[in-house]
C-alpha cells in the first residue's frame, strides 16, 4: 500500500494587497491573470493547484520561467504562504503549524537544494555539510561523523578541509546535496539544482541523485524547466502553465498521451524509444488470432515492461511476433511488426 508524503490540495497563492478579493473575483467570474492585475494590481503566482506525493518517488514539477513551479516548492514548507488551500506533510497539517513546530518540520524532516547552494565561504566543506546539525545543537563530534559520511556518499572524500571557492561548480552542488541529506529528512525539496552546470556534470550528479533517493528511500519534490531532465529522473511529472498544473502523469503518459496542445508542442521532440514500453502498444493475446503465428514456441518472449528501443533490437533477429509475458510470466499480449510501426509513429498501437 502506498503512502502519500506530501499532499497539496487546491492550493492559491495570489500575490498584492487584494488578494483575497481577487480570489474570489476567479472563482465567481472566471478571471484570468491579466485581468487580475489589471482590476485588483494582484499577480497569480499558483492557481488551484494539488498533487500527491508517495513515499520514495521523485515527483518532477516543469515548466517554462513564470509557471510558478517555484513559488509551488516554497509552499511545501511555507516559506511561501498560501491563499487558500490545504497543504499535509508527513501526515501533519503544514497550515496549523506555529514557528516552532515549522522550524521542528525544516530542520528535521525537510532538505532543501537550490541552484545556488549559499555555502558559506568562511566554512570549510565539512562545516558546511554539517551546518544543519549545528543548528539542531548536535554536538560537533557527531556533526562531523555524519558529514563525512555523506561526504561519502556525494563522492567527495578528501575534500574535507577545503573551502567553497577551491571547488568546482559541480563539486559545490554536490557539498549542497551533502548538506540537505546531513539532518537525514525524509523529504526532499530540490528547486534546479544542477541546471546551472555543464551537461556532463549535470547527467553525473543526476545519476548520483538517483542512486541516493533509491538507496535512502527519499521523498523528493523536484522542479526543473528541462523536460528530458524530468523524463530521465522523475518517476511522475507535474506541468505548469500560468501557475496551473495542466498534466499529471509518468513520463510515458506525459509522451504519449499529452492533455492539450501546450503539453503536446512540449513533448514534441522527445523521443520515445526508451519511454514507450510493450503493454503499452501490445495486442491483448486473447484477440490476436492463433493462424497469425504459424509457432508460438519459435516467438521470442518479453516482459511487459521492455522498451520500445529494445523491442525493435528484438524485431530485428526474428521474423516472428514477439510475445509479451505478464510479471508471473503469462502470455498477455503480442507485437507484430506493424504494431512496432505504430508504436514508433504515435508512441502507442
Known amino acids: ?13 495570489i500575490f498584492g494587497d ?18 487580475v492585475l489589471e482590476e485588483f494590481a494582484c499577480v497569480v503566482g499558483i492557481a488551484d ?20 513551479k517555484s513559488t509551488m516548492v516554497r509552499h511545501l514548507n511555507r516559506l511561501i504562504e498560501p491563499t487558500a488551500g490545504s497543504i499535509h506533510m508527513l501526515g501533519r497539517d503544514v497550515m ?20 545556488h547552494m549559499a555555502l558559506l565561504p568562511h566554512r ?26 555523506c561526504l561519502h556518499k556525494v563522492n567527495l572524500d578528501g575534500y574535507e578541509d577545503r573551502f567553497p571557492n577551491e571547488l568546482s561548480g559541480g563539486m559545490q552542488q554536490r557539498v549542497g546535496l551533502a548538506r540537505a541529506l546531513a539532518s537525514d529528512p525524509e523529504v526532499l525539496l530540490m528547486d534546479e539544482p544542477f541546471s546551472a552546470l555543464d551537461p556532463l556534470i549535470r ?17 523528493t519534490v523536484f522542479i526543473t ?3 528530458d531532465e524530468a523524463i530521465r529522473i522523475g518517476h511522475r511529472i507535474a506541468i505548469m502553465k500560468d501557475g496551473r498544473i495542466v498534466q499529471i502523469g509518468t513520463p510515458e503518459e506525459i509522451v504519449t498521451q499529452p492533455a492539450d496542445q501546450y503539453v503536446s508542442d512540449f513533448v514534441e521532440g522527445i523521443s520515445k524509444l526508451k519511454l514507450v514500453f510493450a503493454h503499452s502498444i501490445m495486442e ?12 508460438m514456441s519459435q516467438s521470442p518472449r518479453v516482459h511487459h515492461g521492455t522498451d520500445l528501443d529494445s523491442l525493435i533490437d528484438i524485431s530485428t533477429t526474428t521474423e516472428n511476433p514477439i510475445i509479451i509475458t505478464d510479471d508471473d510470466n503469462n502470455d498477455v499480449g503480442v507485437i507484430t511488426r506493424a504494431t512496432l510501426l505504430k508504436g514508433i509513429k504515435g508512441g502507442k498501437a
Open 1 to 13: 500500500m502506498t503512502e502519500d508524503v506530501v499532499v497539496l490540495e487546491n492550493v492559491w497563492k
Open 284 to 295: 491483448p493475446i486473447a484477440e490476436f488470432k492463433p493462424r497469425d503465428i504459424d509457432d
Open 49 to 68: 493547484c494539488t498533487f500527491s506525493v508517495q513515499r520514495g518517488e521523485i515527483f518532477c514539477v516543469m515548466g517554462l520561467s513564470g509557471s510558478g
Open 18 to 35: 487584494r488578494a483575497d478579493e481577487a480570489l474570489a473575483a476567479i472563482k465567481e467570474r472566471g478571471l484570468g491573470k491579466p485581468e
Open 203 to 219: 547527467r553525473q550528479l543526476q545519476d548520483q541523485f538517483m542512486a541516493l533517493s533509491k538507496e535512502m528511500n527519499k521523498t
Open 225 to 227: 524547466h528541462d523536460l
Open 124 to 149: 570549510t566543506v565539512l562545516d558546511n555539510v554539517g551546518f544543519p546539525l549545528q543548528v539542531r545543537g548536535e554536538p560537533k563530534s557527531r556533526r562531523w561523523e555524519v558529514s563525512r559520511q
Open 96 to 115: 496549523a503549524m506555529n514557528a516552532s513546530e515549522l522550524r521542528e518540520l525544516r530542520a528535521r524532516h525537510i532538505g532543501m537544494v537550490f541552484q
